[in-house]
Nanobody
Framework: QLHLVESGGGMVHPGASLKLSCTASGRTISTYAVGWFRQPPGQARDFVGTISRSGLTTSYARSAQGRFTISRHNAENTVYLQMNNLKPEDTGVYYC?????????????????WGQGTQVTVSS
């Protein structure tokens, strides 16, 4: 069974950067597409971005384009979310999730394994 753990969250000022990690155990992450989702307080879980198994293809939500970058290091069984120029509206719990897909899935229902999340707070 694939087990995912997120790390790297924290509280930062607007304009700062954070790099989140999603580390897998139990199975190799290289056989999964991996997505990142954000859940603001009291709201639904929103798609942030996803990366294909190979790492050659990524897809991002409009709010993340140009500021966020997803990468993967399959040898380390880890996927990263680099977030730059953070804004208060980026605040929320960030989850990584894995999908048995050859593409770049976008819908939360396509992902079958989820981490517990890491809190990101952007505030002045």
């Amino acid at each position: 069974q694939l087990h995912l753990v997120e790390s790297g969250g924290g509280m930062v000022h607007p304009g700062a950067s954070l790099k989140l990690s999603c580390t897998a155990s139990g199975r190799t992450i290289s056989t999964y597409a991996v997505g990142w989702f954000r859940q603001p307080p009291g709201q639904a879980r929103d798609f942030v971005g996803t990366i294909s198994r190979s790492g050659l293809t990524t897809s991002y939500a409009r709010s993340a384009q140009g500021r966020f970058t997803i990468s993967r290091h399959n040898a380390e069984n880890t996927v990263y979310l680099q977030m730059n120029n953070l804004k208060p509206e980026d605040t929320g719990v960030y989850y990584c999730a894995a999908a048995d897909s050859t593409g770049t899935p976008l819908d939360v229902d396509e992902f079958t394994s989820w981490g517990q999340g890491t809190q990101v707070t952007v505030s002045s």
